[in-house]
């Protein structure tokens, strides 16, 4: 048996790389996109079906639409830009991928899941992104309900990014978009243990979003607010609520933004709060609200608590 020497296999490689580019005796035609953005892409069925298990069947007489002698392939939920990086992956084992192309390198690893590409190199796109994850450039909340809905596929990816985030959380609590977040992404990020900013402004966040998932609570005064309106808000911040570390906050901050609308917090829980703002020494009977390990923001001490003259807690 004659082995191959490498510099042959290497000029294989090149050969099924030109044979990509050129697309010269092509019987595959693919379309791919949606409506009114729809365009083509030419391949070889051979290689397709050699290399992909999902192409093996798609393609297979029984299922594969003819026109012409030629395959007919329609694949709208995938861009040609992403098509076309799939296709260099299948004739030459080259991956095409760079960090800074953010969304766009999220949607080839979802491509090539779906079209049952090896496992070996979905694993190996993603430790890369996971290795160049500060280089990202596309927007974080859209790489995040990526991340998010696609959890089977990025599960390695999500726990590197949420540790991502929240190192620097300020990429989206500072911006608008964060109201738009679906619930289960807040509800992950409000869970993390190590979510450097400051307690009260996650409160601050939490209400904003509440609100503005409510249009009759939008532009409204709380001064004017009725029973209802507190109850509407409740109910939208159900899953959320518990996930603040009330006993993290200063008592300004408390007094000034949380006692407005503490009717939306447990009764239990909001009267506890109360005694620790007010009793020196009270140890909180909620022991589930420890404090974050946040790496710059200032901890607060349960026990390290005095009061002065006029009653006002400060720290010591």
Request: proline share 4%; charged share 30%; with cysteine.
């Amino acid at each position: 048996m004659i082995s191959i020497e490498p510099d042959f296999g290497l000029q294989v490689l090149e050969d099924l790389k030109s044979t990509f580019l050129r697309k010269k005796d092509c019987d595959v035609i693919i379309y791919v996109g949606e409506e009114p953005n729809v365009e083509v892409v030419h391949a070889h069925s051979f290689i397709l079906r050699m290399r992909s298990s999902y192409f093996d069947s798609a393609l297979s007489p029984t299922w594969a639409e003819m026109k012409d002698g030629k395959f007919i392939f329609r694949k709208p939920n995938i861009s040609k830009l992403v098509f076309q990086k799939i296709l260099l992956f299948l004739y030459c084992g080259e991956i095409d991928i760079k960090p800074k192309d953010g969304t766009i390198a999220l949607d080839y690893l979802i491509a090539a899941d779906e079209l049952n590409l090896d496992m070996s190199f979905i694993g190996y796109v993603q430790e890369f992104l996971i290795k160049h994850i500060m280089e990202f450039s596309s927007d974080p909340f859209e790489i995040l309900q990526i991340i998010f809905e696609y959890d089977h596929l990025f599960y390695k990816l999500k726990y590197h990014y949420l540790k991502y985030i929240c190192e620097r959380p300020k990429l989206i609590f500072s911006s608008e978009k964060f109201l738009s977040l679906r619930e289960d992404i807040i509800y992950t990020i409000f869970d993390q243990e190590n979510l450097n900013i400051e307690e009260i402004k996650i409160w601050d966040r939490m209400i904003d979003w509440g609100i503005a998932r409510n249009p009759s609570l939008i532009k409204k005064d709380i001064n004017k607010w009725i029973k209802d309106d507190f109850i509407i808000l409740k109910k939208s911040l159900n899953r959320l609520i518990p996930l603040i570390r009330y006993y993290d906050i200063f008592s300004k901050d408390y007094f000034d933004k949380i006692s407005p609308y503490e009717t939306i917090l447990p009764e239990e829980l909001s009267q506890d709060i109360f005694h620790f703002h007010v009793v020196p020494g009270y140890i909180p009977k909620f022991n589930e609200y420890k404090q974050r390990n946040r790496k710059r923001n200032q901890k607060r001490n349960y026990t390290s608590f005095n009061t002065r003259d006029d009653g006002e807690l400060i720290s010591v």
